[in-house]
Structures are given as structure tokens and as C-alpha cells.
């Protein structure tokens, strides 16, 4: 997990360090009164996912990537070349840079057909418009869209759009591919479809990819690496599976549903060999030993701030207090709503701490789980994952 | 009952209605006193006369003239009057619209005045060239820019104004420079507002009276237009000034028809 750079001034002007095409983006830029400030490498061939809340800052990222919103402070670079440096005085402006977008909702010409969509590229670049159709024309075929290549956008469904919007970019030769938000228009039957056919031509593309989404599975199926974004800020960065394992914020948490307590390693392990942690937000956890939690030993010195996971599904609830039993964790609560999904539902559980349940439709039943019951739930000491706060 | 009830439904109280039908009565019963009073037997040969046929030409000539003009200065203006910030930019805009609402010999004058030859330009013009631009067919198609061009450029104005943005920063992204993208996405949006904007401007053009007299005079075959010869041949000739009327009155319809049909319906003239 990286945390965002700190202020970037004038005397931490940056030399070329990027590698061979490498996309290197360590700035400030502002927009209506919102600052983003992040620093964050994306290599070659890998894709980055920018997830966050709305008004986190993604798209104003891209924006200033494909150089629509200038940096105020810091440095854009894409293989080896500055795009953007505001104390040196560089702005390539966007139809200078290599960067494909494919912008949120597609802006796709409507005055023209799909072909002609897709030469614009190629014919902005100076290419005849014999040569630019057949550039398009090769595009078309390599996202399966020949077929559709005299229509106009209007004539197309929402997975056609998107796919020409890609062809469109792509057709630009770009060293950097930039999708905002590329499933929003679509509705969950097509999503499903288009996820599939996306990540495999994304899969082709040599350059970095940064794709801004704000739903947690896209970012998963579709990118290498992770980056949350909260209020301009980058709050967790890493690899898809240890972000979900081990979110930095509730925000993070409640995406890849996890329960997450923030709290202080205590003095009192009570004699055990494990980890007493005192939450932020009242209750205690106990926690297995140092390997299990992960914690290095400096941090499992009392009184540093870690951060608690626990999964729903590893968390019981019981009607009465369970007698003697292996969970060391127990508590007792009240059932303060509940929510199927799946095969399972989830039971909010109001406590110290408040706690999330999944529990099977058929233990629902079996013990008349209802708002306003009064439960007990036990986690086992091992299901808790003990982390440092970042 | 029923009656009277489909009549509260459907019909207006009659404080609104009889006003509306003496209002539209007022703007009709000129037109069809013009239609009644038209000397339709010997329209033909009034219509041939070559004096007639030289006036239609030059309104036509001068009033396409004069569209051309207003597109190639009026399109580049309304496009910097819709999306250059600058200081200055809505006086700008409050003046040029300026002689929409000027009486048009007002206009003439002034262009008098700028052009005349001993005028704010004029006399430069005149020192360099010996050229005199009063009462030239130049004059006449200057006139009708004058009071004409403005027609377009605020309803060009107004649809760069209310184009997508968006589509130009796609645009951008895709490798196009600024005037690519104005040639091949900003304008081709706007298409049926400046096809809109320059019917207007090319109607407008064609009935001009005002300025042109004053700024061009009214000599046969050089400035004299429609307009002019109908005023004129009303004193000496009422016949052939209805006749010529009629044919004002038949392009003012066309112009009216192909604008309901094809572009104020599909286009985004508001």
C-alpha cells in the first residue's frame, strides 16, 4: 500500500526516470474548486483500475492524463516524454499526446457513420481518407463491427457503442489508453458481455491502461493493480486481491464487503499468545498469533493503530450466549436489519462492535432471525486479519 | 348541453378570442387584398418586361451576394462570440445585434458616413483607388449584409452555444487540431442552424428597402432592387408593382414552407 506523495514543489522537478513506456503521473490539478493530487506508475501491458466514491478525483485524473484538465503542480510523463510539467513550463496539449480515451457515455460523432467514427483518428493524423477508412476498416473487423460500419451511433446498442468508442481510440495508435467509467451506460445483462470481450482486447493493447470505474468487480476482472481514490487523495494502492483481503477504509471495506474496525494494539493480552485490540469505536477483538495476523513485531507493540478484517461469513450468530467453544470472540447484539444476495443473506448486527453476518436463508428460518432480536455472535480468533493502519 | 360544453372545451372565452381573430384577420386581409387586386391576365407580360427581370436579377444576385458575405464573416463571429471568454465579448454581441432593431435608413446613413467617400474608410478607399462605393451594386449588397448578416450570426451564436462541448474535447483526444475540429465536428453540428441562420439572412437581404436606398440610391440596373421598384412603380404603375409584389410574396412563402419543413423542425434553432 502506498500512500500519495506529500506536496509536490518546484525543487522536486523530476529528471526522465520513466522506463520504456512507462506512464508516470505525479501532480496536482484542480477542478472547480477540487484539488486531486496522487502520484502513481502504471507500466506497460499492466492496467490500472481507479476505483473511488463520486467526486473522488477519478475523473479529473483522466482528464489531465489525456491533458483536458491542466496540472497546476507536478509532472505527467509517458515514455520518456513530458507531458505535462507546469514549473518547466510544458503542456502538450490533447491532440499531441498518444492517448487513447474512451470517455464516459462513448462521445461518439453523431454526424458521422461508424467507419467514419473510427477514420477520424487516423485522418486527424494527417492520413488520406482512402487510407484512414481502411485503418478504420481493419479496427472494425478486429472488434468484430464490420457489419455495423455504415450505421450512425444512434442506430447502436449500448455494448456496439462502447465497442466503437474503443476502435475509435485504439485507432489512434495511442501509447496510453484511458477508459472512464466504460460499463455505466450499459445494463447489467450487456455488462456481463461486454466485461468479457473488453478485457480481452485490453489484454492485447502493449501500452499502461487506467480504467475509472466505481464498481469493485469491473476493477477486479479488468486491472492488475488497484488504486482508491478519496477526496483527491490515494487511500490504498496494491494488487486487486489484497486490497479486498485487507481495505485501508470503510469505503474500501463496504465495496469488497468486509467488516473493517479500526482500533489500537492494548497493553493486556490477557496471558495469551495473541493480540488484544482495543477499537476505535468500542468493543474489543482478540486476534490469533503475530503469524496469522501478519503484523511485523514493531507493529504488534502496544498502542499501534492496526486495522481489523473480518469476513461476514466467517462470524456466527446464536440466540443464546454459546457456552464453551473455540470462538474467542463473542458479544452480544441486536439483528438491526438483514438483506438477502445470492444464496445467502446478510444480518447487520448492532454491538460493540457492529458487526456483518452472512448467514443461509435456511439458518434464518431455523432461528426466526428478525429486526429487533436480541443475538450473540462469535468470530474465531483466527478469522480476524490484523493489519497496520496505513 | 352537449353543445355548449364541447364549446367551453374547445372554443376560447371571448375576451382572447375575439382579439386573436381581429389579430389574425390584421395580418391576413393585406395578403389577400394583394391576391384579389393581382392582375392575373396580364401578369405574364408584366413579368417579362426586362426592366422587372433586371430588378429580380440584381435582388437575387445582390441578396445571394450578401448571404455569402454574412456566412464567411458571421459564422467566424458567432463562433467567438459562443466560445471565446473575454472581456468585451457581450458588448460586442449587444452591438452587432444592433441593427436588427435599427431603423435600416439609420443604417444607410451610417454606412454613409463609414463608406461614403469622404467617410471613416471611405475616403481612404477613394484616396487610393478612386474607387467611390455610393450607389454601386457593391453598395447595394453592403447595405443588405449590414441589415441582414446579424440574422445569422445570432442564431449561429446561439447553436455553437448549445453544441456539445464534449464531442470537441473527443475530438481533441483523437488527434484533431482546433480547426479540424471546428471543420469537421463543430460545424457540421450546427449545420441546420446555419442553414436556418442564412435562409433568414438571404430573406432579410431580399426585402431590404432602407439602407440600400439610402447608402446605394436607386438607379435601374445598378441598385435598383425589388423593393425599390415596387415603390417606385406604385406611383406610375400599380399593376406591375402588385405584380411584383406577388413575386416578393411567393419566395417569402417558399422561404417560409422549406424552413417549417425541413430545417426549424430538425434543426436546433430555437
Known sequence: MTQAGGSIGADERPVAVTAQGELCFSGRAERGGFALQVTVRVAPGESLAVLGPNGAGKSTLLRALAGLTPLTAGHIELDGVVLDDPSAGVLVPPEQ??????????????HLSVRDNVAFGPRSA???????RAAADEWLARLDLTA?????????????AQRVALARALATDPALLLLDEPMAALDARTRLEVRATLREHLRHFAGPVVVVTHDPLEAMVMADRLLVL????TVQQGRPADVARR???????RLVGLNLYAGTVAADAGGEPGLHVALSGGGRLYAAGLPTSGLDGGAAVPGSRVLVAVRPAAVSVHLQRPGAGSPRNVWPGRVAGMEPSADRVRVQVRGEPDVLVDVTPAAVAELALRP????????KATELDVYPEP | MTHRRRRGHHGAPWPLGLPALAGAAFLLVPLVGLLQRAPWS??????TDPAVAQALRLSLVSATAATLIGMALGIPLAWVLARVRLPGVNLVRALITLPLVLPPVVGGVALLMAFGRRGLLGQYLY????????????????????????????????AFRGADRDLDEAAATLGARRMTVFRRVTLPLVGPSVVAGAVLCWARALGEFGATITFAGNFPGRTQTMPLSVYLALESNPDAAIALSLVLLLVSVAVLVAMRTRWLRAGGVS
Open chain 1, 247 to 253: 481495505p485501508a477504509t470503510d469505503y474500501v471495506a
Open chain 1, 148 to 160: 455495423l460500419a455504415a450505421r450512425r451511433p444512434r442506430e447502436l446498442s449500448g455494448g456496439q
Open chain 1, 126 to 132: 494527417g492520413l488520406p481518407r482512402r487510407a484512414s
Open chain 1, 372 to 379: 429487533g432480536l436480541d443475538v450473540w455472535v462469535s468470530v
Open chain 2, 127 to 158: 484616396e487610393w483607388s478612386g474607387f467611390s462605393l455610393p450607389f454601386t451594386t457593391a453598395a447595394v449588397v453592403l447595405a443588405e449584409t449590414f441589415v441582414a448578416m446579424p440574422f445569422l450570426v445570432i442564431t449561429v451564436e446561439g
Open chain 2, 42 to 47: 396580364a401578369l405574364p407580360q408584366l413579368l
Open chain 1, 230 to 233: 478519496e477526496g483527491g487523495r
Open chain 1, 97 to 110: 499526446r498518444r492517448v487513447g480515451l474512451v470517455f464516459q457515455g462513448y462521445r461518439l460523432f453523431p
